[in-house]
């Protein structure tokens, strides 16, 4: 396929060859309710070879709606470097807030995740499981994001990590001017997620093999976009673990522990709360 063509060019550093793929891929899917993961990883790509107007011209030809982390969270940091650092034309305060304003309330857990990144990744573990996550995955797909190359760029750019911490304490605390308190709501999505993962291994109970697409989905190491130089001689059979369908030995299919991920994400919100980094909100 075609998606899987651009995924193998860009692990072999065919930059111009993944990128033709991914949007071929794009042109074929639907703009308003994309199914291929396309866009995110040509988000990447354009991150990686350090390309922010093509990462610009992406997600502006992109619904504001799109709830992806990688276009959400990719924009606010493109156009803070050119607020902040390059200060370019057209770019000001106001548009990278209002950017960051679209991303917090696509994902209110990447937004955690992302300011307070130290402390998440002392809590977090088991994290390269997560693969391929999607936006109906939100929790999951949080964490993907903030254990991908893309930390590197945040951890690269002079204070966002910094001002994007800020942001998000004066909006828990109440004072920002642009996210209410309400929209820092994280308890509640996150019970949602694991009561619906509890519904769905409920539902599984009795069956061979669980299927819970809408939620999970299996681990497909061939299709992981990694940097282009990370795990070149990976081979999912390597280990005679998984079969090319993401499949393990007995033929299950591998699915995340989202209550585990869940329970990370909670005791790392409550150690900032301990500590007096956030209100209890």
Not at 8 to 34: I, N, Y
Not at 192 to 211: C, L, M, S, T, Y
Not at 234 to 258: K, L, P, S
């Amino acid at each position: 396929s075609l998606m899987q063509y651009g995924l193998l060019s860009l692990q072999a550093k065919q930059f111009k060859s993944a990128r033709q793929a991914f949007l071929e891929c794009m042109e074929l899917d639907s703009p308003t309710h994309p199914i291929t993961p396309a866009r995110c990883h040509l988000m990447r790509l354009y991150l990686e070879a350090n390309r922010p107007d093509s990462a610009r011209r992406l997600w502006e030809k992109l619904s504001p709606t799109d709830p992806s982390v990688w276009i959400r969270y990719s924009a606010v940091l493109v156009e803070y470097v050119s607020w902040k650092l390059l200060e370019e034309a057209g770019s000001t305060q106001a548009t990278t807030e209002q950017l960051l304003v679209q991303a917090v309330k696509a994902n209110i857990f990447c937004a955690y995740n992302l300011a307070f990144a130290e402390t998440f990744q002392s809590v977090m573990d088991y994290t390269e499981e997560i693969e391929e996550a999607h936006e109906g995955q939100p929790l999951e797909e949080a964490i993907e994001y903030c254990n991908s190359e893309q930390m590197g760029a945040w951890y690269g750019t002079d204070d966002a990590l910094e001002w994007l911490q800020a942001e998000i304490v004066k909006a828990v605390h109440g004072q920002s001017s642009i996210l209410t308190v309400e929209d820092m709501e994280w308890r509640g999505p996150l019970e949602r997620i694991k009561q619906e993962d509890a519904e769905d291994d409920a539902d599984g109970d009795g069956n061979e093999q669980v299927d819970k697409t809408a939620r999970d989905k299996p681990r497909n190491h061939e299709s992981k976009s990694e940097t282009p130089a990370d795990h070149d001689d990976d081979d999912d059979d390597a280990d005679g673990n998984r079969d090319d369908n993401g499949h393990d030995d007995d033929g299950d299919v591998e699915t995340v522990d989202v209550t585990m991920f869940a329970g990370m994400f909670e005791t790392a919100m409550e150690m900032l709360e301990e500590e007096g980094k956030i209100n209890k909100i």
